[in-house]
């Protein structure tokens, strides 16, 4: 007895994703080690801004091709061995950066970064549907997708300081070794709830009760093509689609852009540019805090609960849609705040609808296919940045990304309409409160 109760480690979830955010932070620091260094490296390889969004486009195409693909590799091998792999792959791939003699093969090795690192966040999504009750989806998602923010705060500062002081190579040397640690990490410690030696009894029983059949609950696993061909499926890969512009345009191109257009040297551009981030991660976790409010304050649906959050960011999206029409840097960077706080929670809540609305055995595939559908966005969005900002400038640009949340969330509304995650919305409310 008491050895079975020195086994047990109370509320073992929060370190699950505790580990997820982690993994997170670790993968977004070695993808936005580029944004970082985009200004020395375009000099440094004689890259015109057009080659710099190749090299962008190279890791957005690897990224969208793998995501659904990922989904598929850890719904069937299991996320211990799928995510502890993928990490591994996106650790080598970023230390051979520091090799890159041009922009070409630069581009070759963005483009394998994103085969490996496409698998984050449905992994996370995967964690969050085996582990958590209903109730505490939104909650969880908004402290794993911090990681994203996280990463990407951690990312000016660190790079800048690695380059300065040991060149360049060091920043992708450096960042990309970190997956290596936290892959054995990984691998040691997790395992799925119903495996699990540390988990308590009450723990594992409240995750179960708490997880609500879904009212569309198939026998056995679905095909692809049942996932795909669901509304429910489209509402979130759309919203992911509208959405995901902005958060490529705020990791690959707010450091060149202060760069050229606020005329920041790097020093500078360490100094402020985490700054949109830190934001992010207060949206993020605020989303997640969101959607348990409005269900237990307005007895809101769970699904209505998120979409409601969604409007709010978008809404909150047209602040950074106005950064071209300030004239201060610091204006601008307050914009971007405002951009990265509003992206977050719509980030949070949507990736949150594929746990709600899917059974844990799809999530992943899910999670993969919506991500898809948001990187072939990023991925458009950034080749127009770089074929059009030498030409027409960012605001325009930076305009459309407020539009194109507006959009989202109104299709969202529409395409979810009528989809529950489960049988008793009112139970799911009293439980959130």
């Not at 509320?11 to 260094?37: D, F, K």
């Not at 450096?174 to 997956?179: F, K, L, P």
């Not at 093509?225 to 191109?253: D, K, M, N």
């Not at 029409?325 to 307050?334: G, H, N, Q, R, T």
């Amino acid at each position: 007895m008491e050895t079975q109760i020195l086994k047990t480690v109370i509320g073992l979830r929060w370190w699950i994703i505790a580990l997820v955010c982690a993994g997170t932070i670790v993968n977004y620091l070695s993808r936005n080690a580029l944004g970082v260094m985009a200004a020395e490296l375009k000099t440094l390889m004689n890259m015109s801004t057009q080659q710099y969004s190749y090299v962008v486009g190279a890791f957005q195409v690897g990224y969208t091709i793998m995501q659904p693909v990922c989904g598929l590799i850890i719904d069937v091998i299991g996320l211990r061995l799928g995510f502890a792999l993928f990490a591994c792959l996106w650790s080598a791939t970023g230390i051979a950066h520091a090799f890159a003699a041009g922009w070409m093969s630069l581009a070759a090795l963005r483009g394998l970064m994103g085969l490996s690192e496409a698998v984050a966040i449905p992994a996370g999504m995967k964690v969050v549907a085996e582990w958590f009750p209903n109730r505490e989806k939104s909650v969880a998602v908004g402290y794993f997708n911090a990681g994203t923010s996280l990463g990407s705060l951690l990312a000016p500062p660190l790079v800048v300081f690695l380059s300065l002081r040991y060149g360049w190579q060091s920043a992708f040397v450096v960042t990309g070794a970190m997956g290596f640690i936290w892959a054995a990490f990984w691998y040691w410690l997790y395992r799925a709830p119903g495996e699990h030696p540390r988990i308590s009894k009450q723990e594992h029983g409240a995750i179960v009760d708490g997880q609500t059949p879904l009212a569309h609950r198939s026998q056995g696993k679905r095909r692809i093509s049942e996932v795909l061909g669901t509304r429910r499926f489209w509402a979130i890969a759309q919203a992911r689609f509208f959405a995901e512009p902005a958060w490529q345009t705020f990791s690959f191109w707010i450091p060149l852009y202060l760069a050229t257009e606020r005329h920041m040297d790097l020093k500078h551009i360490a100094m402020f540019a985490w700054l949109p981030f830190l934001a992010a991660d207060l949206g993020g976790l605020f989303g997640g805090y969101l959607s348990p409010f409005l269900m237990k304050r307005f007895r809101l649906p769970l699904v209505a609960s998120r979409i409601a959050g969604v409007v709010l960011g978008a809404f909150m999206m047209i602040g950074p849609a106005c950064i071209g029409l300030v004239a201060s840097p610091y204006e601008a960077i307050a914009l971007f705040c405002v951009g990265g706080f509003a992206h977050q929670m719509i980030s949070a809540l949507v990736n949150t609808l594929t746990a709600d609305v899917f059974e844990p055995g799809e999530v992943g595939t899910a999670a993969g296919f919506a991500g898809m559908a948001a990187w072939i966005g990023g991925l458009g969005f950034s080749l127009v940045v770089g074929a059009l900002a030498d030409s027409i400038g960012y605001t325009p640009l930076f305009a459309a990304l407020g539009a194109f949340d507006l959009i989202g969330a109104a299709l969202l509304i529409v395409l979810m309409r009528g989809v529950k995650s489960d049988a008793n919305p009112r139970e799911t409310a009293q439980s959130a409160a």
